[in-house]
């Protein structure tokens, strides 16, 4: 079992940086595919990010690419998405996920995190 928590949400203003963190508190994902997922008020979940086990490969949604990257720390057993430019469709609870797959593959993780959220306004 995996219980994964986010960290580094709050308001920030557009333009603006927000770096979320995504740590196991339990059990480990050194091995497992990670992502990150949004989910904007009244609007489904999208991902965002994945990134595959080692960090050899990384995805992008379209919305963000260029903007957002997506990292990863084994040693430490966490994922960061470091947010740049942040703009006010940025708005939504964020989540981390870990798929049970060592390589990223578009579609809901395995094990969740209970979501940060980040607010981009002036």
């Known amino acids: 079992q995996v219980q994964l928590v986010e960290t580094g949400g709050g308001l920030v203003q557009p333009g603006g940086s927000v770096r979320l963190t995504c740590a196991a508190s339990?059990?480990?994902?050194?091995?497992?595919?990670m992502g990150w997922f949004r989910q904007p008020q009244g609007k489904e979940r999208e991902c965002v990010a994945g990134i595959n086990w080692d960090g050899s490969g990384t995805w992008y949604a379209q919305s963000v690419k260029g903007r957002f990257a997506i990292s990863r720390d084994n040693a430490r057993n966490t994922v960061t998405l470091q947010m740049n430019n942040l703009k006010s469709e940025d708005t939504a609870i964020y989540f981390c996920?870990?798929?049970?797959?060592?390589?990223?593959?578009?579609?809901?993780?395995?094990?969740w995190g209970q979501g940060t959220q980040v607010t981009v306004a002036s």
């Open positions: 339990e059990g480990t994902v050194s091995g497992s595919a």
């Open positions: 996920a870990a798929q049970n797959t060592t390589e990223w593959h578009l579609r809901p993780g395995n094990y």
